[in-house]
């Protein structure tokens, strides 16, 4: 796997977010271009700090970075809550990625935040309902309430119907998160590793196009550091480096 030169595409990355945030300060633009940019500004600081750990090894800025894109989807949520605007593809619930990035980033208070915010209303045409299930079951956990478990265990056997009997990694692992269960959740990771890396070398065959996105998230496991910190909250047992997933990165 070649290796592009991150320093290039942290600054084009970094470049395409400022551009974005200068957007929106422009006033009485509608609602759905802002739901826009702020979906993409997302993106692209998840891109500029990958890119930037990668450059540099400095693990402070990358989860500045991915505060910064946990922070935009927050907003996203914020302000279609505020307008009472219709779920649709830029705020779906399945876009779960800003998620992770607040978790991976260590902003536990933005992640309560944007899982409080984020809709119960699957939009058919614009997520897929496996995503939709496991981003409402990663929201049950961020928010940590147990009184709420019977609610948690109905988005998980939601996520095994919608796949109709095929396995997934991710529901296996978070039904291990959920039963504290370690070698179910060690077994899970290593098959959810193995699935990403197949995605990623598939992807390098098809993608004529290599974005910001393609060319560091390949690199880098932001889903997962987020996933090895809801494990340690449940008491499990973690190592110190695992691929895609540097200790450097992880927050404390």
């Known amino acids: 796997m070649s290796v592009p030169n991150m320093r290039a595409i942290e ?49 402070a800025t990358f989860r500045q970075h991915l505060l910064r894109s946990g922070e935009a989807r927050r907003q996203l949520l914020q302000l279609a809550r505020q307008q009472g605007r219709p779920v649709n593809r830029f705020t ?27 809709f119960t209303e699957h939009v058919r045409r614009d997520e ?52 504290h269960e370690q070698e179910g959740l060690d077994s899970a990771l290593k098959a959810l590793l193995e699935e990403r890396e197949r995605h ?6 098809s993608w004529s196009v290599k974005d910001e996105h393609y060319e560091t998230e390949r690199f880098v496991f932001v889903e997962g550091l987020a996933l090895l ?13 695992y691929l895609f997933m540097p200790g450097l990165a992880r927050a404390s």
Not at 27 to 42: A, D, N, T
Not at 43 to 51: D, H, K, L, Q
Not at 229 to 241: D, H, K, N, T
Request: proline residues 3%; charged residues 30%; aromatic residues 8%.
């Open 200 to 205: 990623f070398h598939a992807k390098a065959k």
């Open 11 to 59: 600054l084009s990355a970094s470049s395409k977010a400022g551009e974005l945030a200068r957007e929106l300060e422009v006033g009485h633009r509608p609602p759905e271009e802002v739901e826009r940019i702020l979906f993409h500004l997302s993106r692209y600081a998840r891109a500029a700090g990958i890119a930037h750990l990668l450059a540099y090894a400095d693990g």
């Open 92 to 118: 779906a619930t399945g876009n779960y990625g800003p998620l992770c990035d607040a978790l991976a980033a260590g902003a536990d208070e933005t992640a309560r935040d944007i899982a409080r915010l984020s």
């Open 128 to 179: 897929y309902e496996d995503d939709f299930h496991y981003a409402r079951f990663l929201g049950w956990l961020v928010a940590g309430d147990e009184a709420q478990r019977a609610e948690a265990e109905g988005f998980l056997d939601a996520f095994e119907r919608v796949l109709q009997g095929e396995s997934s990694p991710r529901l296996d692992l978070c039904r291990a998160l959920m039963a």
């Open 229 to 241: 910190r809801l494990a340690e909250r449940r008491g499990l047992s973690v190592q110190a480096e």
